[in-house]
């Protein structure tokens, strides 16, 4: 295993080719569907239309209002974040949706550091279902001094490929793509605010775990 070497720019470049890629497909959908308003006169393709426009649009905003607060800089410097500010955009990323998601936590201010690091571990935990489930959130303790449970349960779980070297900030090849990218950040983040994480996976569930270091 190699130690990727990533400089600001590439690291830039890399998150922004990941929201997208998380925003884009919502964004096609309402094109299509102003598409058919502008073209169809018939009713019933009118009334398909407006309700994929309003569905699309409505998980276009909730994907980046997550990526806002999951990669963004959600506040100066030293700021926190409410917990229930964070629990509501991660439960706007799974309305209608083939994840089913719970979140249990004290209501408090916690470092915006360890909040961006609950999001993306949300997203690590997704990608260990690739065809769906359940993600379960678990906080507990306090902004000095807490653990983190993610549980994700579903047909044929397990740890996603790379993630544990990702979250190490290793590879084999030294690099990271697109792919790739949103794991490694979680494991910049975990550093940075001072937090370990571990993954297992026992049956159909997989545990992400992140404690103080």
Same mark, same amino acid.
Not at 47 to 54: G, K, M, V, Y
Not at 58 to 76: D, E, H, I, N, V
């Given at each position: *295993?190699?130690?990727?070497?990533?400089?600001?720019?590439?690291?830039?470049?890399?998150?922004?080719?990941?929201?997208?890629?998380?925003?884009?497909?919502?964004?096609?959908?309402?094109?299509? @569907?102003?598409?058919?308003?502008?073209?169809?006169?018939?009713? =019933?393709?009118?009334?398909?239309?407006?309700?994929?426009? =309003?569905? =699309?649009?409505?998980?276009?905003?909730? /994907?980046?209002?997550?990526?806002?607060?999951?990669? #963004?800089?959600?506040?100066?410097?030293?700021?926190?974040?409410?917990? @229930?500010?964070?629990?509501?955009?991660?439960?706007? *990323?799974?309305?209608?949706?083939?994840?089913?998601?719970?979140?249990?936590?004290?209501?408090?201010?916690?470092?915006?550091? /360890?909040?961006?690091?609950?999001?993306?571990?949300?997203?690590?935990?997704?990608?260990?279902?690739? /065809?769906?489930?359940?993600?379960?959130?678990?906080?507990? #303790?306090?902004?000095?001094?807490?653990?983190?449970?993610?549980?994700?349960? @579903?047909?044929?779980?397990?740890?996603?490929?790379?993630?544990?070297?990702?979250?190490?900030?290793?590879?084999?090849?030294?690099?990271?793509?697109?792919?790739?990218?949103?794991?490694?950040?979680?494991?910049?983040?975990?550093?940075?605010?001072? *937090?370990?994480?571990?993954?297992?996976?026992? @049956?159909?569930?997989?545990?992400? /775990?992140?404690?103080?270091?």
């Amino acid at each position: *295993m190699a130690t990727i070497n990533l400089d600001s720019l590439d690291l830039a470049a890399l998150l922004c080719s990941r929201v997208c890629h998380d925003v884009i497909s919502p964004v096609g959908a309402i094109v299509n @569907g102003l598409e058919v308003l502008e073209d169809d006169n018939d009713a =019933s393709m009118r009334d398909f239309a407006l309700e994929l426009i =309003s569905k =699309s649009a409505k998980q276009a905003s909730a /994907r980046l209002q997550f990526a806002r607060l999951a990669f #963004g800089a959600a506040g100066s410097a030293g700021a926190s974040i409410d917990l @229930g500010d964070a629990e509501q955009v991660a439960r706007g *990323m799974f309305q209608d949706d083939k994840i089913s998601f719970s979140w249990t936590s004290p209501r408090l201010l916690f470092p915006k550091n /360890r909040v961006k690091l609950i999001l993306n571990l949300i997203m690590v935990a997704v990608g260990s279902i690739p /065809r769906g489930g359940s993600i379960a959130v678990a906080v507990t #303790g306090d902004a000095e001094r807490c653990e983190f449970t993610l549980k994700s349960k @579903g047909l044929n779980s397990r740890i996603p490929p790379h993630a544990e070297g990702l979250l190490a900030g290793d590879t084999e090849s030294g690099t990271v793509d697109a792919h790739g990218i949103q794991t490694y950040y979680a494991g910049m983040i975990a550093r940075a605010s001072g *937090m370990k994480v571990a993954l297992s996976a026992e @049956g159909d569930e997989v545990t992400i /775990r992140a404690v103080t270091a």
